[in-house]
């Protein structure tokens, strides 16, 4: 965990879960590292209003508990004796894209279906309990210390709720603040330009109710039913502590938003292509009214484009990229940005910016390319819809045709999804030869051939 090359001290602006990962691998490289939250953090799971999310369903991709288990021994052992559900990804869950089923076969790929506020909790106590490493609630973020001419970060402004602002020096300073962040803001008020943005709206309405989960109930541990062009909404069960299950229906477009009404929550799971959630929330019983939470837009911030970087600050996790939730991919991320981070740490401190940007983009590009592509097959959402994200949705489109009858086509796919495998495994010979023979009723508009030739330039971009 620790080292005898601690030097220094690190401040991290929020504590949620990319912060506190943040903090833990700092841990390793800084004497000191201080996390300020504004919230009141609790002292149990528990959902708190800097994590709004925090009550619809969520879950750990396999790269997420990879990474986690690495930085936190014992994890999921922990978590599943406090009443988390392991899952083989594949044989456990029952995936269901455009219609398609992926057939339930042991792949290898372990998630965990936990609740945020339960892992949220875990690994703050973890964090917490490290020698080094300090969590100061109910502080705010208002700003940046510099040295004179600007060029060097050395600290933050924190105002304690009730109190005087207090100035708290440090060689790192980490922005884990989330999608509502100031980061950019902080930075031009030194005389930076902000960085640009990438912004999708992914118009989608959730709405989650929690239902009591008893042994026999259903034969998977999750359901995951993506909404498409044809079917403009889905649904998701997650298996959760508590003897729990988190039920997150959702539409995306005008008109499609879940009810919130009882009643209608039920009929509105009846739409879904796949039979399962609704035969499951016909005799489930609620353990709370149903909650709606519009989606906010989908924004990455092109720091590693910026031509000017302060030394001494770096964002992470949300501040960097906030994705459409309705993919679970933020937690996962955040836990592979740490690792990023740990890795340009142990080759030293000299242009850390600059360096963590440049590696974090390229953790970002996958799930952004499959968030945002997914997202633009809805013809109600806006963006730009370029040459090769229409040809990665249309492969994608036969690939799900192709998965319900090569279960090593689901696993391949999941295993992209997952964060295990990087994109280009989807295009290997034999994977190509499944989606193209079995996706040969595909329509002309779903995979023009034109589109199909330049696999390598339009993938490995």
């Known amino acids: 965990m620790s080292t005898t090359n601690e030097t220094g001290q690190a401040v991290v602006l929020g504590g949620s879960i990319g912060g506190l990962l943040a903090a833990r691998v700092l841990s390793e490289s800084y004497a000191k590292v201080t996390v300020f939250d504004r919230d009141e953090l609790p002292a149990e799971a528990a959902d708190r209003k800097g994590v709004p999310q ?63 506020r339960a892992l949220e909790a875990y690994v703050r106590d973890r964090v917490r309990a490290l020698p080094n490493v300090e969590i100061r609630d109910r502080c705010e973020a208002v700003g940046l210390l510099a040295d004179p001419d600007g060029g060097t970060v050395t600290g933050a402004r924190i105002l304690p709720r ?135 837009t989908s924004v990455r911030r092109r720091y590693e484009h910026l031509a000017r970087l302060p030394e001494g600050f770096i964002a ?64 109600t959402i806006v963006g730009p819809r370029s040459r090769r994200t229409r040809f990665l949705n249309g492969y994608v489109t036969r690939l799900h045709a192709a998965a319900t009858r090569h279960p090593v086509v689901g696993r391949r796919f999941l295993s992209v999804a997952n964060l295990m495998t990087p994109p280009p495994a989807l295009f290997a010979p034999g994977i190509v030869a499944r989606v193209l023979w079995s996706g040969r009723r595909a329509t002309p508009q779903q995979v023009r051939p034109e589109l199909a030739a330049p696999v390598e330039e339009l993938v490995s971009r």
Request: net charge negative; proline share 10%.
């Open 162 to 296: 009730g109190g005087r602002e207090e100035r708290h020096a440090a060689d790192l300073v980490v922005d884990a603040t989330g999608r509502g962040n100031r980061g950019p803001t902080w930075l031009a008020e030194l005389g930076y330009q902000p960085p640009t943005e990438d912004r999708v709206d992914p118009r989608t309405v959730y709405v989650s109710r929690d239902y009591r989960r008893v042994p026999g109930q259903a034969d998977f541990a999750a359901f995951v039913c993506s909404p498409s062009p044809a079917a403009p909404y889905g649904g998701v069960a997650i298996a959760a502590e508590g003897d729990r299950w988190m039920v997150t229906l959702l539409g995306v477009g005008p008109d499609q938003a879940p009810p919130t009404d009882p009643e209608g929550y039920l009929a509105f799971a009846g739409r879904l292509p796949a039979p399962e959630l609704h035969a499951l929330l016909s005799r489930a019983e609620p353990l709370g009214p149903p909650k709606r939470m519009r989606l906010p």
């Open 54 to 116: 925090s009550e619809h369903s969520h879950g750990l991709l396999a790269r997420g508990r990879q990474v986690l288990e690495e930085l936190f021994p014992g994890l999921t052992l922990d978590l599943t004796a406090q009443g988390a559900v392991p899952v083989d990804i594949q044989r456990d869950c029952l995936w269901v894209n455009d219609g398609h089923r992926i057939p339930r076969v042991a792949s290898g790929l372990e998630g965990l279906c936990v609740s945020r």
């Open 316 to 379: 992470v996790a949300d501040a960097v990229c906030s994705f459409n939730p309705a993919y679970g991919q933020g937690m996962t991320v955040a836990a592979a940005e740490a690792m990023v981070l740990r890795d340009c740490l142990r080759q030293g401190r000299r242009d850390l910016p600059r360096r963590f940007f440049a590696a974090a983009a390229k953790v970002v590009d996958v799930p952004w390319d499959m968030a945002v592509g997914a997202d633009l097959r809805h013809p």
